[in-house]
């Protein structure tokens, strides 16, 4: 899989830095997915192993995107098909902790605070 999306790093980096500010992956509770291609979904998933299956590393969490991403990702188009994790839609649906999120509006995540105080803001979603 490393090859395949050319990872280059050998440690799970999104794992490593939530360890700095001192927050375990199981302390995650909700994460909103905008699509699943493996560069925004990828994250979700604990370090690769060659020889172990595909394993959630947010144990607790819940997984919000919107049902016509999730389809997308369900359903590729051929040229698009490469993009997903192969796996990844069963483990989220077999989680039983995936959610859908009905779009009608702007989701913004400001990306100019340290992690543990970047504010969300909502609006025009249904949860």
Do not use: C
Not at 77 to 104: M, Q, T, W, Y
């Amino acid at each position: 899989m490393r090859e395949r999306y050319g990872i280059e790093e050998k440690d799970h980096m999104l794992i490593k830095e939530l360890e700095k500010k001192g927050i375990k992956p199981e302390d995650i509770t909700h994460i909103i997915l905008s699509h699943l291609h493996f560069d925004h979904a990828g994250g979700l998933l604990k370090p690769y192993s060659e020889n172990k299956p595909l394993e959630l590393a947010f144990s607790n969490a819940e997984f919000w995107i919107t049902k016509k991403a999730f389809e997308r990702a369900k359903h590729p188009h051929h040229r698009d098909k490469a993009s997903f994790i192969p796996g990844l839609i069963e483990l989220l649906e077999n989680s039983g902790r995936l959610r859908f999120v009905e779009h009608k509006g702007v989701f913004l995540l400001t990306p100019h605070f340290p992690i543990r105080s970047r504010k969300a803001i909502l609006r025009d979603f249904s949860f």
